[in-house]
């Protein structure tokens, strides 16, 4: 937080857990208070600027414009800010989120009130510049920097929308693009392994291979994350009855969801509740799945077990049948990449991952625009039309 380091903060933006401070321009200079202001904003505000004089080559690089005081008021800055940030509350933000939007901001109205620019500059060095005023302070890798100009694209959107200005050159650059990363996922025949062991292990009554066994199917076929799967209690299962089995589990968090439950899921939840009944864990509604064990003897036992502990039994399961390490997330993303393969449209694929967005499919090499998605009801001139297009 560097401009929170350089200058007193003097106004409090309250929000109901916690107080963020905000620093205060001041109404005369256009700066912040408590702050000296620099030579150089001195020089550019004082100096009347001579029509004869040969204007400096662009060879030297970005050059700062001079800003109109007619035309943006910069004390009006510190009360747009704190606008800003109230609408990002009460619009549900994280703490962490509003942090991040206040740092970045608070250094990009720093930027404004030093180097006279203007937030509506239409032409001009404005990016160059501001991006050369982030590495100034020590914002200096392409991840900072695209943060901070997406921090500013919101912000210069509601100066926008509350016509302080019309547009900006800012609005029309985009930030650099967030390198991608290879999809990591189990391989199909790796996980046909791991089941066949671990299935193999549990019929021969090793409670750790049963309580491995759910998580592996859990993970794999239903596509849980580690967290959803350390928190899923009983009472969110249901189980079929008949000679199919099967059943359904309910996701609770900010994904919630229904996943269904093959046969051979639901067998072995059943085998793994026994499993804590004979270990005399409580395994009523309101218990956790997962049980774990404090020291290598397994002699002590927890009625629990934290995310953190499911992600190391992954990774343990996988080292010894394969080899090979894996986590948590590769099983999740083999689970995806098989309701995919299967035919799924691309919403009924995000419904059952609990994505709120279908651009989250597209780490999975997928162009969503391509999948089937839902159809609506459509009209009998519709469907005429489509039966003589594919007709």
């Known amino acids: 937080m560097p401009f929170l380091r350089q200058f007193p903060t003097t106004h409090l933006f309250k929000f109901p857990d916690t107080l963020v401070s ?5 109404n005369n200079t256009g700066r912040l208070s408590g702050s000296e202001p620099s030579s150089e904003f001195l020089k550019m505000t004082t100096e009347t600027p001579n029509a004869d004089a040969t204007p400096p080559s662009s060879s030297e690089g970005p050059l700062p414009l001079r800003l109109d005081t007619s035309r943006f008021d910069t004390s009006r800055l510190n009360s747009f800010l704190l606008r800003f940030l109230n609408g990002l509350k009460r619009g549900g933000k994280s703490t962490h989120t509003l942090s991040a ?6 250094l990009f109205c720093l930027f404004l009130t030093s180097s006279g620019h203007h937030p509506g500059e239409g032409v001009g060095h404005l990016k160059e510049n501001w991006i050369a005023f982030l590495h100034e302070n020590g914002r200096k890798s392409d991840a900072s920097v695209r943060r901070a ?9 509601f ?3 509350e016509k302080v200005i019309e547009s900006s050159s800012l609005l029309e650059t985009k930030s650099p693009r967030q390198p991608t990363h290879d999809l990591l996922t189990v391989l199909p025949e790796h996980f046909r392994k791991l089941v066949a062991t671990l299935r193999r292990k549990s019929l021969m009554g090793d409670e750790k291979a049963i309580r491995d066994f759910a998580i592996l199917l859990l993970l794999g076929k239903c596509g849980l994350k580690a967290s959803e799967a350390a928190n899923v209690m009983w009472g969110e299962i ?8 099967g059943g359904s589990i309910i996701v ?3 994904g919630e969801r229904i996943i269904p439950l093959d046969a051979e899921t639901a067998s072995c939840l059943k085998r793994l509740r026994e499993v804590r009944e004979s270990l005399q864990l409580p395994a009523d509604a309101r218990s956790k799945l997962f049980f774990g064990y404090l020291n290598l003897s397994r002699k002590t036992k927890t009625d629990s077990l934290h995310r953190h502990g499911i992600k190391f039994v992954v990774y343990e399961i996988s080292s010894e049948i394969l080899g090979k390490a894996y986590n948590s997330e590769s099983l999740r993303n083999f689970a995806i990449a098989s309701w995919i393969s299967q035919g799924l449209n691309a919403q009924q694929v995000a419904n059952l991952a609990g994505y709120s967005s279908l651009n989250s499919l597209e780490r999975f090499s997928l162009d969503t625009r391509k999948l089937r998605l839902p159809r609506r009801h459509m009209t009998k001139e519709e469907t005429t039309k489509e039966v003589r297009t594919n007709g």
Do not use: A, T
């Not at 905000?22 to 001041?26: D, E, K, L």
């Not at 939007?101 to 608070?106: A, E, F, I, S, V």
């Not at 249901?238 to 089995?245: I, W």
């Open 22 to 26: 905000i620093p205060q321009i001041s």
């Open 149 to 157: 100009l997406m921090s500013v694209r919101s912000f210069l959107h």
């Open 159 to 161: 100066l926008i929308r």
């Open 101 to 106: 939007y206040r740092n970045d901001l608070g």
């Open 238 to 245: 249901s189980f079929s009855g008949g000679k199919k089995g």
């Open 252 to 254: 609770k968090g900010p």
